[in-house]
């Protein structure tokens, strides 16, 4: 993705046009074309919107903080932990049907892992959440987090996955060298 062809911001109601979006998943279209202006403006969900050059909407991704108990954390707990373990949780990334198969929700993934790991200098962060969507497309939706470096908390149970703030430095590292090495 080219950051002159595609914009990602933080999402103004007035500049980003949701009524024509659709990712394929009606509750999320729903709540994206509905709910989240009142979810933003009471400090819910922080929602990001891609655009195309055009302006119109390809893409979406939601965070909103979030903890996670100690025995329900897995290996993001320590043996002593006590205390809810703070995250941030990824309430949706959405993809609009006619922009899928175009790495734009690769993209917005990376735009969001970079967001986690600038708040966690601000804030405690040990980890980026989120729960994938349980429906016919699940597999291909694990695959894809899984592929980014996610990881499930339980393989009995894999639709809940994280990836820890520690990891998304590393691999933005890795990405900022890959980068000046390309540049001549």
């Not at 990712?23 to 403006?41: A, R």
């Not at 980026?128 to 939706?141: A, K």
Request: glycine residues 4%.
């Amino acid at each position: 993705m080219t950051e002159q062809k595609y914009k990602i911001t933080q999402f103004e109601k007035a500049l980003h046009d949701r009524s024509a979006f659709s990712c394929g998943v009606p509750p999320i279209d729903n709540w994206i074309k509905t709910s989240i202006s009142d979810e933003t403006k009471n400090d819910r969900v922080r929602l990001w919107c891609g655009t195309d050059p055009d302006g119109t909407l390809f893409g979406a991704y939601a965070l909103n903080p979030h903890s996670v108990v100690p025995e329900e954390a897995g290996p993001l707990a320590r043996r002593k932990d006590r205390k809810p373990i703070p995250v941030l949780y990824l309430t949706c990334l959405a993809i609009d049907v006619r922009f899928q198969k175009m790495g734009l929700g690769e993209a917005l993934m990376g735009h969001a892992i970079e967001k986690a790991a600038q708040l966690s200098k601000e804030i405690p962060i040990s980890a980026i959440v989120l729960d994938v969507f349980e429906d016919e497309n699940f597999d291909r939706r694990l695959a894809f987090y899984a592929r980014l470096g996610f990881s499930s908390f339980d393989p009995n149970k894999p639709a809940r996955m994280y990836l820890t703030i520690a990891d998304a430095r590393v691999a933005l590292a890795a990405q900022e060298k890959q980068k000046e090495k390309a540049t001549p």
